[in-house]
């Protein structure tokens, strides 16, 4: 059980399950039953999946203002792109802080503490002059700490709710909220800049649905939700959970330190061979999410659809369609990944892997074409763009259900901690700073022209087909290991 307030759990041998403790106590705590999940756990979903909308709300709002920020602030494209890889960056370090703290103590509290956080920090950014551009940074560094509590502890708080057959679609809906949330970012950006004719705007909404999700925290979160470990989910019986020590030849799970758990995740092939996976993915869908809307932007003024931005607030008409684009192919993507997994699964064990393998090699061709296309009709990168994202998205849940099966329950907060930090810290934290300095190098060696402009972003986003290639073939490497330690995180 998780205790009231910030204090260490019991060992799992100290605690009273099922039968025998309900003689002794009722706890306020959601109970891991076979009868199937109560009304309140889907209510506790929805609060959890309101708050990861509003999280990744915040991811993306400045992407979706870029060219407007990047002008007040008069940055460079390098300079541009450091802005979110300062998010990543501290996003990643704070992740196995949390990851640790989840699997350990108290994770309501933990949660709420985040919400707050990143939206106060939100809502003062808004008033950053253009003088002060380096407390902006870190204003979205901080933003970037208070997602990190969110995005670690979330997820392992669905999978305690949900046996295993509707774990995956909860997961699936919370992760449909990722690519939701991250288009609604643009389009709240672009539309309040719009609406408002000054970007600041665009950082004051959030923080006010920030402040309804933690007022349904505090008031439809219980404060104990009961954590399944093996022997939970093996000893259901009839609505209740047995101790593990009734049934004989099961072991009792030993409390292991942070650095044992860490060691025994090394020796996981599957869990290994799929972060670097969602690496590949978060490194593409990093470089995508940043420079996207500016690239289409230097594409049109490049055809002389559109002239150069020389007014207070730029047209944001790319931000709002790609931000469309965005939640269409997260939704469908999302659905259709999971759809598959639960079909695929029946006939063959290493289905997962082998979707996202697929998935993978499909939107790195997607996204090759969209860039060759884009100097001569901005239609065909818009579908080819909408169906590298689709085949991205398709991917979301697999990856992180995955990880659920190959990996014991009691190490899950921070194996998913782990995979933020290196996923981010080898994918998204880098590339869109990498794309803004290629961008800049390839200009500094050409006359400053228009055309150039382009084809400097054009050249430096090739880089993400390629490592889109990298990221399917590390989940068929995945395929290869994932039954076997599938095998051994039931034992």
């Not at 509003?54 to 992407?63: L, Q, Y």
């Not at 705007?201 to 093996?230: D, S």
């Not at 995955?402 to 907060?413: A, C, G, H, K």
Request: net charge positive.
């Amino acid at each position: 059980h998780e205790n009231t307030g910030l204090q260490s759990q019991p060992p799992p041998e100290e605690q009273n399950y099922g039968a025998t403790a309900a003689h002794v106590r009722q706890g306020p705590f959601v109970s891991a039953s076979r009868n199937g999940p109560a009304k309140r756990d889907y209510l506790i979903t929805a609060v959890l999946c309101y708050a990861n909308l509003i999280n990744f709300m915040d991811w993306f709002i400045v992407p979706g203002i870029l060219l407007d920020i990047q002008k007040y602030f008069k940055l460079s494209d390098g300079d541009t792109g450091l802005l979110q890889t300062v998010f990543i960056l501290c996003y990643m370090l704070a992740a196995p802080i949390f990851g640790y703290l989840g699997d350990r103590y108290n994770r309501k509290i933990i949660l709420g503490a985040g919400i707050f956080f990143w939206s106060s920090v939100t809502l003062g950014s808004s008033f950053i002059s253009e003088l002060h551009y380096r407390i902006f940074f870190l204003s979205r560094g901080l933003v970037g700490i208070g997602s990190a509590s969110y995005s670690t502890i979330a997820p392992t708080i669905i999978a305690d709710l949900f046996e295993e057959g509707k774990r995956t679609t909860m997961l699936s809906i919370f992760y449909i909220f990722i690519p939701v949330g991250s288009g609604l970012g643009y389009v709240l950006a672009a539309g309040m800049a719009d609406v408002t004719g000054d970007w600041h705007w665009a950082f004051r909404v959030t923080p006010c649905m920030g402040g309804l999700a933690l007022v349904l925290l505090i008031l439809l979160v219980p404060h104990r939700i009961q954590r399944r470990t093996a022997a939970h989910r093996a000893l259901s019986i009839s609505g209740t959970i047995r101790v593990a020590a009734e049934k004989p030849g099961v072991q009792r799970t030993a409390k292991t330190t942070w650095c044992q758990d860490v060691i025994s995740l090394a020796k996981n092939w599957s869990f290994i061979w799929s972060s670097l996976g969602l690496t590949a993915m978060a490194f593409v869908t990093g470089a995508l999410g940043m420079w996207v809307p500016l690239f289409l932007y230097r594409a049109q003024v490049v055809q002389g659809i559109v002239s150069p931005c020389l007014q207070e607030s730029c047209n944001s008409s790319n931000s709002l369609i790609f931000g469309g684009i965005t939640i269409g192919t997260g939704i469908l993507g999302v659905i259709a990944g999971a759809e598959a997994a639960r079909r695929l699964r029946k006939i063959n064990n290493k289905a997962d892997p082998l979707i996202c393998a697929t998935s993978m090699f499909i939107s790195a061709l997607c996204l090759y074409i969209a860039l060759m296309v884009a100097q001569t009709s901005i239609l065909s990168t818009f579908i080819f763009i909408a169906f590298g994202e689709l085949f991205l998205s398709v991917n979301w849940a697999v990856v992180t259900d995955i990880l659920l099966y190959v990996v014991t329950p009691r190490r899950q907060s921070t194996a998913l901690a782990l995979q933020i930090l290196v996923s981010h810290l080898l994918g998204d934290a880098g590339s869109p700073y990498l794309i803004g300095i290629i961008s800049n190098a390839i200009q500094a060696k050409n006359a400053h022209s228009l055309q150039w402009s382009f084809w400097s972003m054009q050249y430096s986003f090739i880089v993400c087909a390629f490592v889109g290639v990298f990221g399917g073939g590390f989940f068929l490497l995945t395929s290869f290991c994932i039954e076997e330690d599938r095998k051994e995180a039931q034992r």
